[in-house]
């Protein structure tokens, strides 16, 4: 797409969540003509799949096995760029959501990169909806919270605030918080949220593989267990989560 005598772009671009009929249109046609494609596994192999295969380049990062560091990430993206290469940086769901899009945005622009934001559908709402649970409602809630489940709950200096959120009402969408799932729910608990709050579990949104769990926050580890619910999935706690069961003998596409 680009020739070396060229200065080179990155584009930080969203897979959405893994169906490779909710990538965008712009997303689509840029795997499809970039010279480097740096990904990782969240976008899916489906999606993966649609770029040229020299083009690849995995920098992954799995939680307990080998990882490439994102200083390691951040050099690729401006080496490839200074050879006059079209780079993308693939994304599952939105760049910006949890992805460390700004991150990566802040060290191209202090490296004279230039780089184009190309958004994507966050699974933190395509999740919930493909699974039959609109994150908000009229009757349930009229704000929605997404946090990072990777903290401990318990440590001192938290950058979730647990207390707030179960006193604020509304959706709360946990990211990365399989592991723990015990923790935060307890920390809800222990703020005040009623323990038969509805909560739900959505693995692998818009995968053939797609999995749900449903139950409160007393019991929703319990029954994370029971369907094996593995990462990468998302959290939805309040009353729009037990929408699902209302609406589930209708849901037709994406439904487990």
């Given at each position: ?12 671009v ?56 994102q ?55 395509a ?49 990365m ?79 487990d």
């Amino acid at each position: 797409m680009s020739d070396a005598g060229e200065r080179g772009k990155v584009y930080l671009v969203g897979s959405g969540p893994g169906d490779p009929e909710y990538l965008t249109v712009k997303a689509r046609r840029l795997l499809r003509e970039a010279d480097v494609v740096l990904h990782d596994k969240l976008p899916g192999p489906n999606i993966i799949a649609l770029i040229p295969e020299h083009a690849r380049v995995d920098v992954g990062k799995r939680a307990h096995g080998e990882r490439t560091p994102q200083s390691a990430i951040n050099l690729a993206m401006v080496e490839h760029a200074r050879e006059g290469k079209t780079v993308v940086r693939l994304k599952g769901g939105d760049p910006t959501v949890f992805a460390r899009g700004g991150e990566e945005m802040t060290y191209l622009a202090e490296h004279g990169i230039p780089f184009e934001i190309v958004p994507g559908m966050t699974s933190a709402i395509a999740g919930p909806g493909v699974a039959g649970i609109p994150i908000t409602h009229r009757d349930y809630a009229s704000s929605v919270t997404i946090v990072t489940g990777h903290e401990d709950p318990t440590k001192d200096e938290s950058a979730v605030d647990w207390e707030t959120l179960a006193a604020a009402g509304g959706t709360i969408v946990v990211l990365m918080g399989v592991t723990r799932l015990p923790q935060y729910t307890q920390a809800l608990i222990d703020a005040g949220m009623d323990p038969e709050t509805p909560v739900a579990m959505v693995e692998r949104a818009t995968w053939p593989d797609q999995q749900v769990a449903t139950g409160t926050l007393e019991t929703i580890v319990e029954a994370r267990d029971e369907v094996g619910i593995t990462p990468p999935a998302l959290t939805i706690i309040g009353g729009v989560a037990g929408i699902r069961e209302d609406v589930r003998n209708s849901l037709e596409g994406n439904d487990d």
